[in-house]
């Protein structure tokens, strides 16, 4: 929702404050002069919506035409603003890891492509055929979080033992 003191992002749509750096939706700069974390000699092209950090286009890229990442977080599967943090065929499996990273104040939402199949404890999403889904692990049942909670999400499973360490 929109405040009346929110502007729009040209880029994406989303709402962003007068003063904001740039958009935590999609990583487009709003302010001039922010140099690539890695290279401070070059202008950054963008701000990575995992981490949150400015890089040029040596060092991020816009991924589905859409949003910004670092080369570090370029393999994230991004969903409707969205990162994919965890995903089973397993719903129990995919039910406790929701459950443990709510237990920690994140902000959890599951995708499947498959149909209910009677699971009342699922909230299905029937239909994101479009063409920025890239049809990996169809039918697995995926945690997704906001972008910005992906790492702390990442940390939270593995010390869960979750996910393997990489």
């Not at 889904?133 to 033992?161: F, H, M, S, W």
């Amino acid at each position: 929702m929109q405040d009346e003191n929110d502007l729009e992002c040209e880029f994406c749509g989303a709402s962003v404050k007068e003063d904001d750096d740039f958009c935590t939706e999609c990583g487009t700069l709003f302010a001039d002069y922010i140099k690539c974390k890695n290279h401070p000699d070059l202008d950054a092209e963008g701000v990575c919506v995992i981490c949150c950090e400015p890089y040029c286009s040596e060092c991020g890229l816009l991924v589905n035409d859409k949003t910004f990442l670092c080369k570090h977080h370029s393999e994230y599967e991004i969903i409707e603003g969205r990162a994919r943090v965890y995903g089973s065929l397993d719903d129990v499996a995919v039910l406790y890891a929701k459950s443990c990273l709510e237990q920690e104040g994140l902000h959890p939402f599951l995708y499947s492509r498959r149909r209910p199949g009677g699971n009342q404890h699922i909230n299905y999403t029937p239909d994101f055929s479009n063409d920025d889904y890239d049809c990996r692990g169809v039918n697995e049942t995926k945690i997704l979080l906001p972008v910005q909670e992906a790492i702390a999400a990442e940390n939270i499973l593995r010390e869960l033992k979750i996910i393997d360490n990489d």
